[in-house]
């Protein structure tokens, strides 16, 4: 299967007016999730917002299917909740960690998740240790073993980091952590709808991601994956009355399926949104997606290693879509601005995002631009081009 530029550019409004490199911040919703999303809304305003759900239930049940189907999962493995950080919280603070036990993450876990063990150790004397990495800046998966005793009760690990196209070996983190029995949660937020994403091939007990990067959803949508042998373990840190239907006047009863980590009211239009995104996706197909991806990346790095003191800061063999870089005397912001005025959408990432990884790096604020493959050369060009001439006003 080959990607129908044209058509697919024809169904993006937005490659109109910008040239959009920004989708590891919010991807260009295409058409079809505008469509479904605006008629939605319509129907909620014409006949009313419980009504317009009844109406539309079977669409709404379908969206389950959608996900799961995504990433190799059941319906009833799949939650849906507003954002990648709920569904990542949601798990991990399921999770019973007391004094003494140890949390595994990466060098570049996302700072929203690092606050989260930082929470989670100081209540209960659970340690966070680091795994370390190896000579490419990857997760070193052995030294992840030689890690392990009886005190580990969780590996949670970031796939595809925030802040470059680091790609960490999360399959090989998955084995490792069967074998040894223990509660794996992957942050797949930045590679969902970039790569193929199959939760029996990654071995992760949990995963947590967001509708609006690669998936090219709208704002306000993520989903949680919990393996359906660790479901009935995991009581979720808040319930509602949907979650946990209250069955006696001194009894709730948590729903057997993942959406016991969901509430009763949600934004149906993003929901309806959201399937219509994934199915697009894997119209597409995501292997085509993957491949021009990296082809459109690899461009981008390339072009922007040949501007003369440019660095580009992306780790590991195999980097996905994400390509950071600084461009000596213009702070990140003043880049990103700079492409503004040329009508490239870019975005910063700053060390806070990846506290740990900015550090042992010296990582200043960097420039991120994350192509998609609706994105043409022709627009890689344009940003080479830019940073060039931002470059030569030095
Ligand atoms: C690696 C990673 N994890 C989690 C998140 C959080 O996603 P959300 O904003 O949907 O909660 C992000 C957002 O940028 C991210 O890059």
Not at 86 to 114: C, H, K, S
Not at 168 to 174: E, I, K, L, M, R
Request: hydrophobic fraction near 45%; charged fraction near 20%.
């Amino acid at each position: 299967m080959s990607i129908d530029l044209e058509r697919l550019r024809a169904e993006t409004p937005g490659v109109v007016s910008r040239v959009h490199l920004n989708n590891a911040g919010a991807g260009l919703m295409p058409l079809p999730v505008l469509q479904v999303m605006t008629d939605y809304l319509r129907r909620e305003a014409e006949i009313g917002g419980y009504e317009a759900a009844a109406e539309a239930a079977p669409r709404l049940d379908g969206v389950y299917d959608s996900v799961a189907g995504l990433i190799g999962a059941a319906r009833d493995e799949i939650a849906l909740t507003e954002n990648a950080t709920v569904a990542w919280q949601m798990a991990f603070y399921a999770l019973p960690l007391r004094a003494g036990d140890r949390i595994l993450t990466a060098r570049a876990e996302y700072a929203a998740n690092y606050v989260a063990f930082l929470q989670v150790a100081k209540r209960t004397g659970a340690v966070i240790e680091i795994i370390p990495d190896d000579a490419n800046g990857v997760l070193d998966a052995e030294a992840l073993e030689r890690m392990l005793d009886e005190r580990v009760r969780l590996i949670a690990i970031t796939w595809v980091p925030t802040n470059g196209g680091l790609v960490n070996p999360a399959a090989d983190v998955g084995r490792i952590a069967r074998a040894h029995g223990i509660p794996y949660l992957l942050d797949a937020c930045q590679a969902v709808g970039q790569m193929p994403v199959d939760v029996a091939a990654l071995g992760c007990d949990m995963l947590s991601a967001t509708g609006r990067k690669f998936l090219r959803g709208p704002r306000g949508t993520g989903f949680l994956y919990v393996r359906r042998e660790l479901l009935g373990k995991l009581e979720p840190p808040m319930i509602d009355h949907f979650g946990a239907p209250w069955v006696a006047p001194d009894r709730y009863q948590l729903r057997p399926d993942a959406r016991r980590f969901e509430t009763w009211e949600n934004n149906y239009a993003a929901r309806l949104g959201l399937g219509v995104a994934v199915d697009y996706a894997q119209a597409i197909g995501i292997e085509p997606i993957a491949a021009r991806c990296r082809t459109l990346a690899g461009l981008l790095r390339t072009g922007l290693g040949q501007i003369p003191d440019v660095t580009v800061h992306d780790l590991g063999p195999h980097p996905a879509a994400i390509v950071t870089f600084s461009v000596p005397g213009f702070g990140a912001d003043a880049v990103k601005t700079h492409l503004a005025g040329a009508g490239i959408n870019v975005s910063t990432s700053d060390p806070a995002s990846t506290l740990l990884d900015a550090k042992r790096r010296a990582l200043p604020s960097i420039v991120r631009a994350s192509p998609h493959y609706y994105n043409t050369e022709d627009e890689i060009d344009r940003l080479t081009t830019a940073v060039r001439k931002l470059r030569d006003r030095q």
